[in-house]
């Protein structure tokens, strides 16, 4: 495998963003957007450039699967995490996973809390108690 040129490195994290090869191209080696489609397709065919890209795809899925799972102990992320995968469910019909989520969030913002009751005791002696049932019955 030959080294990349920083131009070819910088084509490979543009196109690895989300820019079209044209785009890429045309940004990393400072040309006209007519001429970069033909170069970018000739240098996507290279197996040293499809490494490279694959190295950058599977980095950034590295860095994703970390902040995901560093998010999983935050209370406020992972109510983010469920209520996007309820909305993607939704999306893709799959209702039922929707609404296993929903769920799972009802119960970590607390709706199905039980309602608290504030009991105040009273202590009487079995006597009290007896006088107190006496009197009324009377």
Known sequence: MSELSEQQKEFCRKFAKG????QAYAE??????????????????????QAELNRLTAAARELSRQR????IGDKVARMEMLWRMARDSEEAGNVNDAVGCIKELNKMDGAYEPEQVQVQAVSLSFETLMENLAGSKE
């Open 28 to 49: 990393a080696y400072g040309c006209d957007l007519k001429s970069a489609a033909a170069a970018a397709s000739r240098l996507l065919k290279r197996d040293y450039i």
């Open 19 to 22: 820019m079209s090869g044209r």
């Open 68 to 71: 995901d799972c560093e998010a």
